[in-house]
Structure formats: C-alpha cells, structure tokens
C-alpha cells in the first residue's frame, strides 16, 4: 500500500498545514437583541449568555466583544405591544429606540459593521413579516413600508440592511428606495433562502414576535425543496443584493453549498437559534463536550461555503480562537 492518507494526519503541525478550512472571528456575525428602558440584562432562558440589552448594558458588553475581535454584529429589536401596529409604522418613527441605539451605536464604535433587520414581525400586531390580512400576507402593499424602514435604518447609521420578510421583488425595491436617498454605499443581506423552519422558537421567545394566527409557510421556503433556493437567488442577485444568506445553516448546509458553488456573491448563514439551543441543553446535561461541538458546528457551516456565518455562539467561539 503506497497511499496512506494518515501520513498527513500524523501530528498536529501537519495536521494545521493541510487543513482545507478556516474558521475566524472575521467570519462570526453576533445576533444582539435590543430592548428600550435601562438597566436590562435579560437572558434568553433557550439561549445563556445571550440577552435582551437596554443600551446602557449594551455598550459595556459591546466594548468586550469588539475585543475579542468580532466586528460585525445583527440588532434585533424587542418591542413593547402598545408600538405595534398592523402596518408596522413604528419601525421607521423618529423615537424607535432601535434607531436610537444604531446611532450610538456607531458613534461610538465607528469601526463595527452594523446589520439590521427589515421585516415587519417586530413592529406588527399580527406577528407577520408582511400586512396580515383576512388570513392573507399581502406581498406588494408590504414593500414601500420595508422600503421606508431600510432607508430610516441607514440614516441612522447601519452598514447592512437584513430582509429577512421573504416578500417578492422586496430587494429591489430597498435597493431603490436606499439610492434615491443617498445610500448607494448601504449593503443588501437578504435571507435569500429563508425556510419555514421549527428552528426558530427561542428567537422568536426573545422578540415576542410569533404570528398570532396561521404561520408563514406562504412566504418562508418549504424545507424539503433546494432548487427553488436557485430562484430566490437569481431574483435577488438580479434586484441588487450583495450578500444572500441562507437560514437555518445545519439542515440546510446542502443549500449553503448549492449557491456557494452558483453564485459569485458572498454567501452567509444564520445558525440560528434553535440550533444552537441544542447544543446548550445537551452541554448543561452532560450529553456533549459544548466548546468541541460548537466549533465542529460552525466549522461545518464554513466548510459547506458560508464567507460569514451569523451565530449566537460568537463570543464563546471568538474567546476559543483567541486563545
């Protein structure tokens, strides 16, 4: 037997040179979720370690994880019920505290890279990332109301504006809406691949922000379908997008691969919260080594083709990588 590929696994120094990914803190985007008021550090009982932050909080906490070298960050904002509305009108208002903390946010860390989120489930009393309507999501009345947050969102300072509404044509006309105002420089990351997926229950626990009848099959993927990730993707690349991500990562890494081997654009993936709750129960019960498998998760995610890799395990994972 002349072959034998345990030669270059021998020890560790050949075991580095011939490693075929990289994982680094370049690639961890840090999902933060913001809430409005002072002196909040509320944790996420499905997520330890990640909180509800008034910003008062925040910025202590912010300063540490730039130090740990993650620089890009996805605000998520938790708002009161008494905001919320059908068409979702405080998302672009001028006291939108989300706003408020983006600005000073980025007056006070001008070197992060801030991403946000353009949907309307936050702001709306229906739940839903578009106008709910006698049981319909209405596509097209939905759009200049995203279009108006995007823009609301790069006045106050943010670098990526994140769709993650799933509307139709909604890349588009951000993109529009974000060139008209002046924000030719203002990044698209769409959810390009966006599935209905049960992943998603400590997310939506830390929002408040599940629908409040039906569900979001219409516009969110069906889980059992690839190829039509093809069609979101040749749409969005087409209407202006700069990133397209695909969400949840672990059971979609086959999806990951497929627009990574397809498309010429950075891909990203969200880790998203139910994923990584997993991995924190079956730590707490003594059933998985948590430092082993979250970084064999994130690598996975990498290896299938994610440039950035949004993940609720950012800190933990950047304090591995640095020490």
Known sequence: MHIRPRRNRKNSAIRAMVEETRLHTDNLIFPVFLQDGTGIQHEISSLPGNYRWSLDKLLPAFESWMELGIRTYDLFPAVDEH?????GSYSYADENFYLQVIRTLKERFPEAVLMSDVALDPYSSDGHDGIYENGQILNDPT????????????????????????MDGRVGVIRDELDEAGFTDVSIMSYTAKYASAFYGPFREALNSAPKSGDKKTYQMNPANKREALIEAELDVAEGADFLMVKPALCYLDVIHLLKENFVQPITAYNVSGECAMVYAAARNGWLDFDRTMMEMLLSIRRAGADGILTYFAPEAAKLMKA
């Open 143 to 166: 759009l200049p109301i995203l279009g108006r947050m995007a823009v609301a969102q790069a006045q106050a300072g943010i670098d990526i504006i994140g769709p993650s509404d799933m």
């Open 83 to 87: 905001l919320k509305d059908a068409t």
